[in-house]
């Protein structure tokens, strides 16, 4: 279980991005409080050719902006079709939600692809 404060500081926003997003302009206070759970079979930690690592993680944000977050990973691991070939097969899936009907700060939005899709975190 994790709890953390955080000042986001100011957000700069451009004057061209949508509403919003520039209604997230200025400072942010936000209190999380979060808590996960894993389930590891993988027989190496560093090099994993079979086994799964699954991680379920839950974070409730209060503050100037009331919200939740709830993200599921998981990434299977099998033998290649060549010695030293490992194959990953890997998920995500979540979802945030405002808890008193504001919008949900953009930093703590899911987006479609980006650097944390393609590539393992």
């Not at 404060?5 to 520039?22: K, L, Q």
């Not at 409730?60 to 977050?69: E, F, I, S, T």
């Amino acid at each position: 279980m994790s709890y953390n404060i955080e000042d986001v500081g100011i957000v700069d926003v451009n004057t061209n991005a949508p509403t919003s997003i520039m209604n997230s302009a200025g400072n942010t206070l936000v209190s999380r409080f979060g808590a996960s759970i894993s389930y590891d079979t993988r027989n190496n930690y560093e090099l994993a050719n079979k086994g799964q690592e699954s991680t379920l993680e839950a974070q409730l944000a209060v503050g100037q902006r009331d919200y939740y977050k709830i993200e599921f990973k998981t990434s299977w691991f099998f033998k290649g079709f060549a010695p030293g070939h490992v194959l990953e097969l890997s998920a995500k899936a979540g979802v945030t939600q405002s808890l008193d009907g504001s919008d949900v700060p953009f930093y703590d939005r899911f987006y479609l692809g980006g650097a944390g899709f393609a590539a393992r975190v």
